[in-house]
């Protein structure tokens, strides 16, 4: 099979020349908090990184994405040593705002490689597949308004993660990818949502023999437990040593804070906001009683304790249980047929789970889905169908994180730029299903891509002439109720898809 | 804007033709070529054969629209920089006079403060995007209190209003002068495509209107909807289209020659008298409809009793120009304030008290004046030495263009012609170098345009424009976007410092491909030098311009030779030399 083009180095060059055009876009907290971080982790000694507060910015994610940070740390020095000094709070000179945008881009890098090792593991007809999907995903519109924009430092770490998944693809590197991903989990808790895929794929296949699951494979269960130990000790042990973890834990799991986010994540919870707010206007009507207390936080949805008007308050047990029992359905069936295909879908089902279902979810979760289902969304036409309304409401419900009028025009048109684009050279590159499709879903996903036009009008025009900068809550709740739909939808859509396969 | 051509769904069967023609495609003289040969190639690659350019030129305009305004979203010319500001605060000042005072007043209204000194469709235009933007926040364009005003907002609404007016203007333009120019030449669709997403990323355009703020894409927008009327054989739009061209900025001149050569030489071979009077009628008229608001306006004015020079009260100061012309002209007739009008309109258009030229600027005097100090002959001298050279470097292209007014030769005889203007003539300005560029550029959608010699040119003489164009950009902190959308258009298109893919083409004559390479060479590693030095050496205090000195002499040396390849390339195409000849000097340009 002949080369395909672009090459993932050529799109790699051209969108990294557009990133750094964007260097004096918008940057959100995000860039003072990493910037916090780089002056803690240079400044202070290893006891104090987890203690230290004098920013509302303290540390907060786990040891190995410190060390990440103290490394940058000291490329820093030579960029502008100003920005490493603790109490500079809100430092963003030139040379900081350089410095720390181009770490995102160079870091990003890890991704490039590891889409390339994606690339590179599939053969035959589906190559120009994976490559369309491993481009989108270096393309994705998440990864440029999160990381290149808000700031944050996700590319890298989906890298690693895309690495890890690839790894799996083979036998002989399972245990590597096992222990690659136990890395991942110590850079950022966020990945546990995906770790119980992980422990089953690599219990069925690495600890336990292919041929009965009653027969363990000792030898491989030591190393990769042993590995995944060290691997922890080395994140952790120095801290353990000085009993700081309860400290650490209180700093990585902050389970003070409320259901929904100050915006809603478009996932079940947000459609159950929505109907709550919806049943407040008629309540009356209907005879049901409106909870005086909760009116006041209902039009706001500040972090903190969301409270329900009409609907029965959620707690985060229950959130927990949901959660773990939508986790536990494709598992069951990755644990029976444990191939590198399911063990994707059981990733991308446990991320469908954590991310509708769970407590205090951010928005920008959302690519915790969408990434890995790139990865198998060309399989064929079925698993297309429902990854069309994921990639536009999970790309739509992103918008809200940049709300200045700069950056409008970059979001909308980079995004449909992106969707049209990979929507048509998907449709061109998938595969027929040996399957029958649903004929309703793929209408509904056309209605439904459909909608966005008029959503995104509304939302970032006529709502301002209309109303102005009264009922700002307005569009904020269209996008995430809108976007919660199609997050449900695909959920829904690929639950079928991936048991009736 | 003119009509679409005929027939958009034709170039697949002229595609087939093309293959076994003379103008071979742009990869590789092979049709069946199996690898792109350049990244921009790669990037298109998957659009070959199956899809349709409607579905290709929406997302090939997203990605130029988002490049440019990524690259606004860094610094202006003038930003901060009291006390006069810069290119934005004039065009923003521009939009705040139109808006505010009435229209007799605005060529004469406080010259000091970035006086209106472009013709009067530029003054319309601005009238236009200071009512809307008023619409937004009226303080934008507050009379005086406004001046010198950075507000981000602001600078959000200038920015919209650059791109707003390219994507109406230039870029409908750009892709119908592909679309006609390319199927002329025989020239598949998609290899057209790729041309036109290298032409409208461009970097000097996008450096200069969208990073350091002008609306040069206008003009040029309707120099090419003429250039592409002429393609089509509609004289009488094209004729119209260049009207608004010099309406909209008198930097338009420098194609006049080509415009009126063509047109001339499409009358005269064979004669069409009525289509001669046609022309010559529709440009009258045009230029009337364009001088109308500002004539109207100026009556009505009188009639409401405003006068157009409130500051001084009454009293009468001769016409700066054709002052003998006031002494036959009764001052107090309804028609002088008409006249009056117009010969300030003219006067602050064409400021010819001013030097031979203002800045460092990379064009013959300029360079000359590092020899030789010009300053010590008298003006007059200069002025007549300036239009000598001038007539002289453009009279060969526009003959040519008037004995063979071929389509194909248009653009090539655009660019010689303003390269003549922009080396030679009186007045230029950095950012002039746009004009030579736009048609030069233009030649990628040609014929062998994205084959290895075009491009490689055409690929200089953008770098080296850009270049050229760095001390500008410099001066308000745009080293960034400078870089980066240079770097990207010479890595797009396979050209040094990225590759050397655009050089060494088998087939064509060892010599000529030793001698592009090596004098291209030698210049980008100037250029490369240059900025290294640049970048780490103070220069000797007794000559503090050094750097702008080497960088004007270099970029001389360098448009002369693209003016010389242009006309070289014009003498060629246009087959008046004998057969022999031509195929003796084919190694300068064929392949």
């Keep these: 099979m002949a080369e395909t083009y672009p090459s993932l180095a050529q799109c790699a060059i051209v969108a990294a020349a557009f990133k750094i055009l964007l260097f004096p876009a918008y940057k959100s907290t995000d860039f003072e908090v990493h910037r916090n971080w780089l002056a803690i982790t240079h400044s202070l000694p290893l006891w104090d990184w987890y203690y230290e507060k004098s920013s509302e910015w303290t540390l907060d994610y786990p040891p190995f994405f410190a060390y990440f940070e103290w490394i940058m740390s000291q490329v820093a020095k030579l960029a502008d040593p100003a920005m490493l000094r603790m109490y500079n709070l809100e430092y963003d000179s030139w040379q900081t705002v350089y410095f720390q945008r181009l770490s995102v881009i160079a870091t990003e890098l890890v991704l490039v490689y590891a889409l390339q090792m994606f690339v590179d593991s599939s053969h035959g007809t589906s190559k120009r597949a994976a490559q369309a999907a491993a481009i989108s995903i270096l393309l994705s519109p998440g990864l440029l308004i999160i990381d290149h924009i808000h700031f944050q430092y996700n590319g890298c770490m989906y890298g690693i993660l895309i690495a ?44 336990l023999s292919p041929k009965s699951i009653f027969r363990i494979q000792f030898l491989n269960c030591l190393k990769l437990g042993g590995g995944i130990a060290a691997i922890f000790g080395t994140a952790f042990g120095p801290f353990a040593l000085k009993g700081q973890i309860p400290q650490i834990l209180s700093r990585l799991f902050p389970f003070s804070r409320g259901l929904c986010h100050a915006y809603w994540a478009p996932n079940v919870w947000a459609m159950y906001s929505f109907i709550d707010r919806v049943l407040i206007v008629l309540a009356p009507r209907i005879g049901l009683s409106v909870k005086a207390g909760a009116l006041q936080s209902v039009t706001r949805g500040l972090v903190g304790d969301t409270a329900f008007a009409v609907l029965p308050d959620i707690t985060p047990r229950l959130c927990f249980a949901l959660t773990l029992l939508f986790q536990a359905i494709p598992l069951v069936r990755l644990f029976l047929v444990p191939t590198w295909d399911n063990f994707i879908g059981a990733v991308t089902l446990c991320g469908y789970a954590s991310f509708l279902f769970s407590w205090h979810v951010h928005e ?62 998907f449709d061109q590159l998938a595969p027929a299903s040996r399957r029958a499709r649903f004929f309703l879903f793929d209408r509904f996903s056309t209605l439904y891509i459909t909608v966005s036009i008029p959503l995104i009008l ?44 | 804007m003119a009509g679409p051509s005929p027939s958009p769904h034709k170039p697949r069967r002229k595609a087939k033709r093309a293959v076994n023609g003379e103008s071979s495609l742009s990869t590789g003289r092979q049709p069946s070529a199996r690898t792109p040969s350049f990244p921009l190639e790669s990037f298109l ?93 009226p303080s934008w364009f507050a009379l005086y209190a406004s001046r010198g005003l950075h507000s981000p907002a602001l600078k959000i609404f200038m920015r919209a209003t650059v791109v707003v007016s390219e994507y109406l203007i230039y870029v409908p333009a750009v892709v119908v002068f592909v679309r006609r120019f390319s199927r002329l030449s025989g020239v598949p669709t998609w290899t057209a495509s790729v041309a036109l997403v290298a032409i409208l990323m461009q970097p000097a355009t996008i450096l200069i209107d969208h990073v350091h703020f002008q609306y040069n894409t206008v003009m040029l927008g309707f120099v090419v909807s003429s250039i592409s009327s002429m393609l089509a054989g509609r004289y009488l739009w094209s004729a119209v289209f260049f009207v608004g061209a010099l309406g909209f900025k008198q930097m338009a001149l420098y194609y006049a020659f080509s415009v009126f050569a063509y047109l001339l030489g499409r009358c005269a071979f064979p004669v069409n008298i009525p289509r001669l009077v046609a022309v010559g009628a ?57 006249v009056e009008q117009l010969v300030q309109m003219v006067h602050r258009v064409f400021p010819f008290a001013r030097g031979l030229f203002e800045d460092k600027v990379a064009n013959f005097w300029c360079a000359l004046n590092v020899v030789v100090k010009l300053r010590k002959y008298p003006s007059n001298l200069l002025q007549r030495g300036a239009l000598f050279a001038t007539f002289a470097s453009i009279v060969p292209p526009n003959l040519i263009l008037f004995f063979r007014p071929r389509k194909l030769l248009l653009p090539l005889a655009f660019a010689t012609t303003a390269w003549g203007f922009f080396l030679f003539s009186y007045q230029v300005h950095e950012k002039s170098v746009l004009l030579p560029l736009m048609p030069m550029t233009l030649l990628l959608a040609g014929g062998q345009g994205l084959g290895k010699n075009t491009r490689a040119w055409v690929g200089f003489a953008n770098i080296l424009g850009c270049w050229t164009m760095f001390p500008l950009l410099q001066r308000v902190d745009l080293k960034v976007p400078y870089t980066v959308l240079t770097l990207l258009w010479a890595y797009l298109l396979g050209l040094p410092p990225t590759s050397l893919s655009a050089y060494f083409q088998e087939g064509s004559s060892i010599w000529s491909q030793w001698a592009t390479a090596f004098i291209h060479g030698s210049f980008y590693l100037a250029i490369a030098l240059w900025h290294v030095f640049e970048a780490a050496v103070t220069p000797p205090p007794d000559k503090p311009d050094l750097w702008v000195v080497i960088n004007v002499g270099l970029g001389a040396g360098g448009f002369f030779l693209c003016y010389l390849w242009c006309l070289g390339s014009l003498v060629l195409e246009s087959g008046i030399l004998p057969k022999s000849w031509g195929s003796k000097r084919d190694k300068t340009k064929m392949q």
């Design chain 2, 45 to 137: 690659w998957p659009a070959r054969g199956s899809v349709s350019q409607w579905e290709l030129l929406p997302l090939i305009l997203m990605v130029a629209g988002l490049f440019r305004w990524a690259a606004g979203l860094w610094g202006y010319s003038g930003f901060e920089k009291p006390p006069l500001f810069g290119d934005y605060e004039a065009q923003r000042h521009w939009m705040e006079i139109t808006t505010n005072l009435p229209i007799s007043q605005w060529y004469f209204h406080d010259l000091q403060w970035w006086g209106l000194d472009y013709p009067p469709l530029t003054a319309y235009h601005s009238w236009l995007c200071g009512k809307i933007g008023s619409l937004i926040d």
């Design chain 2, 282 to 338: 529709v440009t009258a008229v045009s230029f009337a409809i364009l001088l109308l608001p500002l004539i109207v306006g100026t009556l009505n004015d009188v009639r409401r009793g405003i006068d157009a020079r409130p500051d001084l009260k009454g009293h009468r100061p001769p016409l700066p120009l054709f002052a003998d012309l006031a002494g036959n002209l009764d001052t107090g007739a309804f028609y002088y304030p008409v």
């Design chain 1, 164 to 207: 890890s998944l690839v790894l799996a693809r083979k036998r002989s590197t399972l245990l590597l990818s096992g222990l690659v991903f136990g890395a991942l989990l110590c850079m950022k808790h966020i990945y546990l949502y995906l770790a119980p895929a992980y422990f089953v794929f690599l219990l069925r296949t690495y600890c």
């Design chain 1, 364 to 425: 920008k979760a959302i690519l915790l889905v969408i990434i890995p289902f790139s990865l198998i969304a060309l399989k064929d036409r079925r698993y297309l169908g429902a990854f069309r309304p994921l990639a536009v409401a999970g790309h739509v419900s992103l918008f809200p994180l940049l709300f200045t009028p700069a950056e409008f025009p970059i979001k909308t048109i980079y995004t449909v730029f992106w969707l049209v684009l990979f929507l048509m050279a």
């Design chain 1, 458 to 501: 509304y939302c970032s025009l006529v709502h301002g002439v209309v109303f102005g900068k009264s009922y700002e809550f307005l569009p904020l709740m269209f996008t995430s109720s809108y976007s919660a739909i199609g997050v449900v939808g695909s959920w829904l859509g690929f639950m079928v898809v991936s048991f009736t396969s």
